[in-house]
């Protein structure tokens, strides 16, 4: 008996434990269904005042949740033509109370997060969606835009570049449905969207939009020198779609923000040249893991030979100390085409998670005038850090802070260690009939690709579509 069946046999499964107590509750939302489906269409607004005013009067979200997500689930059914299945409901009760939705892909879980984002929306304070691209975020706000119009609360979006919009409810959706084959799924996103300000977009009782955007709007309101500059209101409740990848994956990925500083290209191009007649192990030292680099003395003393000073140490100071270990840093652990590439004469950092190109972002400290010194394209001027922050500091913020993936369980000691989540996961709606293969593990590289390649080749040929990642 393994130990985490022994733990289960003492206190019992606590997954199990929460689906029993959500089966109840699924049975009080389903009892509502009749007195919503009755509903006229203008009813739906005034339930919601209706739920804020209880709210007020000392009733608690937990109070009226069924009730609220009953309404939720006609809504829907009304604008979409989507009703929510029980395992929906769950899965909507497990991100209210603060959990980690973990349901298989396509059981729906854009639509499962109008249920608690509506419902805690109606204590005015503001709920966060976070999702992981601009798209998804005009995307997911507008397929959803229509269910929470329909109950009377604004929705808005927050994208790059200082680009926001608020949803309007006011456009005939149906004439859109007739374009939607002629112009395509782009065109339909806008056609649903107005501009609005930074500050709109914040006070909406729903906003969707990207980590990277919550995480940078925060830190601008932490530089400006005004009230009125300040766009974010307190940080209430956010739900994290792909909760793992922006909590677990890029946790501790800096979000910076930076100023000019004073303009070294040409000692960038002198270490750039200094350090490609320094050898790995002959002149410094390579840690892989920790990606840093540890000269010794030879190196040093060839550093010096080089530069023409006796010290550099002492003679120039911790500045050439820097520009040299920075060099070798670029020289030694970032190579082309995987950290980073060449694009339009500009060096472009790469995101080892997902592959894509990152432009408008680059490495600070020096590394990236290191990297374009390497390079032989233009050197940029230098910046400093002037706001910093990572997402796992940044969405501790949150008063109730929730997610929903298709991946968390195998992450679910780290989830509940340092943000304090449990893991959730909800039974899907009908039985699973895919069959998941065990991993297979190559001894080298090279036969791991040749397998990929054959594998494609086979499958292309069938005329299967397959997905590269």
């Known amino acids: ?186 065109k339909v996103v806008y056609d649903f969207l107005k501009p609005c300000t930074r500050k709109e977009a914040y006070d909406a009782d729903i906003t969707y939009g990207t980590n990277n955007e919550f995480g940078f709007d925060y830190l601008r309101d932490n530089l400006t020198t005004m009230t009125e500059g300040i766009v974010q209101r307190p940080h209430n409740f956010a739900i994290v779609d792909e909760i793992d990848s922006i909590l677990i994956d890029e946790a501790r990925t800096p979000l910076i923000i930076s100023a000019p500083a004073e303009d070294s290209g040409e000692l960038y191009v002198k270490f750039a040249d200094i350090s490609k007649k320094l050898n790995k192990g002959e002149h410094y030292e390579v840690d892989e893991k920790l990606r840093a680099i540890t000269l010794n003395d030879a190196g040093i003393e060839k550093a010096e030979s080089l530069l023409g000073i006796g010290n550099i140490y002492t003679e120039k100071g911790i500045k050439y100390v820097h520009h040299l270990e920075t060099a070798i840093r670029a020289e030694a652990l970032f190579t082309r085409d995987k950290e980073y590439v060449i694009n339009n004469g500009e060096v472009i950092i790469i995101d080892q998670s997902t592959g894509r190109m990152m432009p408008g972002r680059r490495f600070n400290q020096g590394l990236h005038q290191a990297l374009e010194a390497k390079e032989g394209v233009k050197i940029q001027k230098e910046s400093k850090t002037v706001a910093s922050i990572t997402y796992q500091n940044y969405f501790r913020f949150y008063k109730k802070l929730s997610g929903m993936t298709g991946t968390a369980k195998t992450s679910s000691e780290e989830f509940f260690s340092v943000y304090g989540l449990d893991v959730i996961t909800i039974p899907t709606h009908r039985d699973v009939a895919r069959v998941d293969h065990n991993d297979e593990i190559y001894q080298t590289e090279i036969g791991k690709f040749k397998a990929i390649a054959k594998k494609i080749k086979t499958i292309h040929q069938t005329g299967q579509p397959i997905l590269i990642g």
């Open 1 to 186: 008996m393994s130990f985490l069946t022994k733990i289960k046999a003492v206190f019992g499964d606590s997954n199990q434990d929460f689906l029993n107590k959500a089966e109840g509750i699924v049975k009080k939302i389903n009892s509502f269904e009749p007195a919503m489906s009755s509903l006229k269409d203008t009813d739906f607004p005034i339930k919601t005042e209706e739920f804020k005013n209880r709210l007020k009067a000392g009733e608690s979200l937990d109070d009226i949740l069924p009730e609220a997500f009953a309404l939720v689930r006609e809504a829907s059914v009304r604008t979409r033509g989507q009703r929510h299945y029980d395992v929906q409901l769950v899965g909507g009760i497990a991100i209210h109370q603060g959990n980690i939705a973990e349901m298989r892909t396509g059981e729906g879980k854009t639509l499962v997060a109008t249920l608690p984002a509506y419902l805690n929306a109606l204590t005015g304070e503001g709920v966060h969606v976070v999702t992981v691209n601009d798209f998804l975020a005009r995307r997911d706000a507008t397929w959803m835009g229509e269910v929470y119009s329909k109950l009377g609360l604004s929705v808005s979006i927050v994208n790059s570049q200082n680009i926001s919009y608020m949803y309007d409810g006011s456009v005939d959706s149906t004439k859109v449905d007739e374009e939607r084959d002629e112009v395509g799924s782009f």
